[in-house]
């Protein structure tokens, strides 16, 4: 089992910056593909970017690609979202979650550890 925490939501005007954490306790997940995914209010959960384990490359969804960065610190079990030049259609709940197998994924389904996701609010 895997159990996920992130932190680091809150409130931010245009333009600003937050940088969210996934803290990862119950086994190590450094062979694991970790994800970011949104879900805004009346939409689906969504895929934002993750880090795959194996390699460390980086995924972005087209929306976020040059204003979001991923890293992960295996050391700390932690991943993090740095998400600057946020828009207001950024704004959602943001999920971190992790995968069982290492094989790369951005699809939802295929993620089986999720955190309880954390508040995203971008000002206009």
């Known amino acids: 089992q895997v159990q996920l925490v992130e932190s680091g939501g809150g409130l931010v005007q245009a333009g600003g910056s937050l940088r969210l954490s996934c803290a990862a306790s119950g086994r190590t997940f450094a062979s694991s593909p970790v994800g970011w995914f949104r879900q805004a209010p009346g939409k689906e959960r969504e895929f934002v970017s993750g880090?795959?384990?194996?390699?460390?490359?980086?995924y972005y969804a087209d929306s976020v690609k040059g204003r979001f960065t991923v890293s992960r610190d295996n050391a700390k079990n932690t991943a993090y979202l740095q998400m600057n030049s946020l828009k207001p259609e950024d704004t959602a709940v943001y999920y971190c979650a992790v995968r069982r197998v290492p094989a790369w994924s951005r699809s939802r389904s295929e993620y089986d550890y999720w955190g309880q996701g954390t508040q995203v609010t971008v000002s206009s």
């Open positions: 880090v795959s384990g194996i390699t460390g490359n980086t």
